[in-house]
């Protein structure tokens, strides 16, 4: 297994990931548009590693849009693959905590 790859493979990164998109209910943190169907790490993975944090926690994943694996997921809406775009950059948009309830 690559690197780059190294945990981001298999059943439970599969149940991470999807539990990410179901929490954000699929909208990216990127462009704010809904339908995203990767997961971006905020911060990038390569900052969580060297300070010696896990980067397959949920807490620092993101939904966003782009290219994973064999599948295109540009938005419906811009049009953008924004994970791509962003690259290793800190995202545009701060990440959001995680909205729990609607505000009355």
Do not use: F
Not at 79 to 84: D, E, I, W
């Amino acid at each position: 297994m690559a690197a780059r790859t190294a945990g981001r493979k298999g059943r439970p990164w599969r149940r991470i990931r999807l539990q990410v998109l179901k929490d954000h209910r699929g909208v990216c943190h990127i462009c704010l548009h809904p339908g995203a169907r990767q997961v971006d790490h905020t911060p990038p993975r390569k900052t969580l590693v060297r300070l010696g944090l896990d980067p397959n926690n949920p807490r620092y994943l993101r939904p966003a849009h782009g290219n994973g694996g064999n599948t295109r997921n540009p938005c419906p809406t811009c049009g953008r693959n924004c994970n791509q775009r962003k690259g290793t950059k800190s995202a545009v948009v701060e990440a959001r905590p995680l909205i729990t309830s609607r505000p009355w």
